[in-house]
């Protein structure tokens, strides 16, 4: 992932995961997304995705997102729930690196 794509992938975390203090809706599509993640990422014996896996899977969706040409312009379109979700995922009490 470019420098300048790794910045803005934090940013919309940031921001994100700060607005999901005040929007339940927000807090519950990011749930949602994070059962997705979760089954999609599972770490070793099924359980919870470890950091590398979900940083691997945070790269790869970002850039895939930006090759067809998203961009962040709404904090409720699937995208930007989904990169939220991974930051926030990546902000719980993670899992060990293998």
Known sequence: MSEELGLL?????DAGVE?????PA??????????AVRDA????????????????????????AFRRGWWPDSTHDWEFVR???V????RQDPSPSS
Not at 26 to 35: S, T
Not at 51 to 64: I, K, P, R, W
């Open 87 to 90: 930051c926030w995922m990546l």
């Open 9 to 13: 992938v934090r940013d919309i975390g």
């Open 41 to 64: 990422v599972a770490g070793p014996d099924g359980g919870r995705p470890e950091t590398d896996a979900l940083m691997d899977y945070l790269h790869s969706f970002a850039e895939d």
């Open 19 to 23: 607005e999901m203090a005040g929007s």
């Open 83 to 85: 990169i939220v979700t």
């Open 26 to 35: 927000l807090a519950a599509a990011v749930d949602q997304h994070a059962a």
